[in-house]
């Protein structure tokens, strides 16, 4: 898919074109950039704003991040995509955020029950007593 095309699907998602900013783990971090491996480096349409950088991540199926870098004197603005999500930091002439997919699979994976395994824990670390445990199934137990 073109860089033109991914400027198209910006505009089209209805959720973005109003002004509305993601949220959760789709959220865009104003005034954050990543560093790491980058798997492009675009200027020109995708670099229009944000939102094209988001598209250009979005049909790159070896993106798991992005930073969008404002143009500034001598610098034209700039899309980067990244190979890993790592950790944001702060850069005030910066914006970034999460692959669609990879937000996607975090908030899907954010609403399932937690299992018996991590009730247990979460329950000894709330200072209540855990329940007793069997490990009757388990090898070498």
């Known amino acids: ?67 969008w870098r404002r143009p500034l004197p001598g610098r034209e603005a700039r899309c980067d995509l990244h190979a890993m999500a790592l950790t944001p930091f702060p850069d005030p002439g910066a914006a970034t955020g999460l692959s669609p997919d990879l937000a996607a699979r975090i908030e899907a994976a954010s609403d399932r029950a937690p299992t018996a395994r991590e ?8 200072g209540g007593e855990a329940p007793p445990r069997d490990d009757s199934g388990l090898l070498g137990g």
Not at 42 to 67: E, F, H, P
């Open 1 to 67: 898919m073109t860089l033109l095309a991914a400027l198209l699907l910006s505009l089209a998602q209805p959720a973005l074109s109003d002004g509305a900013a993601p949220t959760g783990a789709a959220a865009i971090e104003d005034g954050f950039a990543r560093r790491g491996a980058v798997v492009a480096r675009l200027d020109g349409a995708a670099a229009l704003s944000v939102l094209a950088c988001r598209s250009a991540c979005a049909v790159n199926q070896n993106c798991q991040a992005y930073t």
């Open 119 to 126: 009730r247990e824990a979460l329950s000894a670390v709330d």
